[in-house]
């Protein structure tokens, strides 16, 4: 089946480092993404991973380990503006587009 | 280079009525995924096109149906609303497939079913 974890809320302060944890379990998988969606607004795009390891954007970077099911997003510098829900999200397969995706974890950055 | 375009962005609807909503890739994307997004089950994959075809298809009632036409924009319809079908509905297009670049979203058709 279809499983993928987050933790549900997530609380920092401005200027700090966030780490947001996902697990899955999903019956194929070709790469794991990470979205930001701040509230009444769509999803964008922050990283995607297919290899094990660290992809570093800027302030964003994901790690992956694909034997441990197991990635996180991390966030330096914490800004007011990333106050946002982050979704960790497995392709499945190379034949579409298919996302499987987290419940997504509620980040607060408070001043 | 416009992005993602869904209209209408808000519809209110009453139960057993039926909904079309419509989405435009940003042009040269000719993959476009249809998803269902609630509080409760968060994101969950409806459909997905390519060259007017369905190659993908989540785990939703046969209600749920969808097309692409030859420009690549798509439209999904909703038969004998409920009011589960409350929801917001998210396009989202990618160049093809197998695309490792990301999914660009559209802003989404807010759906209330009355």
């Known amino acids: 089946g279809q499983n993928i974890d987050q933790p549900t809320e997530m609380t920092a302060t401005e200027g700090a480092i966030v780490q947001i944890n996902c697990t899955y379990q999903t019956s194929g998988f070709n790469g794991l993404f990470w979205y930001q969606q701040h509230a009444g607004e769509a999803p964008t795009f922050l990283s995607y991973?297919?290899?094990?390891g660290l992809e570093e954007k800027g302030r964003f970077s994901s790690f992956l380990s694909r034997s441990k099911g197991y990635s996180y997003l991390l966030l330096k510098e914490l800004q007011m503006k990333d106050s946002a829900s982050y979704l960790c999200?497995?392709?499945?397969?190379?034949?579409?587009?298919?996302?499987?995706f987290g419940p997504g974890t509620r980040l607060s950055v408070l001043p | 280079k416009a992005g993602v375009t869904q209209t209408p962005r808000y519809l209110i609807k009453t139960r057993g009525q039926q909904v079309t909503l419509s989405c435009s890739p940003i042009s040269g994307h000719r993959s476009v995924s249809w998803y269902q997004q609630t509080p409760g089950q968060g994101l969950q994959f409806l459909f997905e096109y390519f060259s007017e075809t369905q190659r993908n298809k989540g785990n939703f009632p046969g209600r749920f149906s969808g097309r692409q036409f030859s420009n690549s924009r798509s439209e999904m319809n909703v038969s004998t609303l409920e009011l589960g079908d409350s929801a917001l509905y998210l396009c989202?297009?990618?160049?093809?497939?197998?695309?490792?670049?990301?999914?660009?979203f559209g802003p989404g058709t807010r759906l209330t079913v009355l």
């Open positions: 999200a497995v392709r499945e397969d190379n034949y579409g587009q298919n996302f499987v």
């Open positions: 991973n297919v290899l094990d």
């Open positions: 989202a297009s990618s160049r093809t497939p197998t695309s490792v670049d990301e999914q660009f």
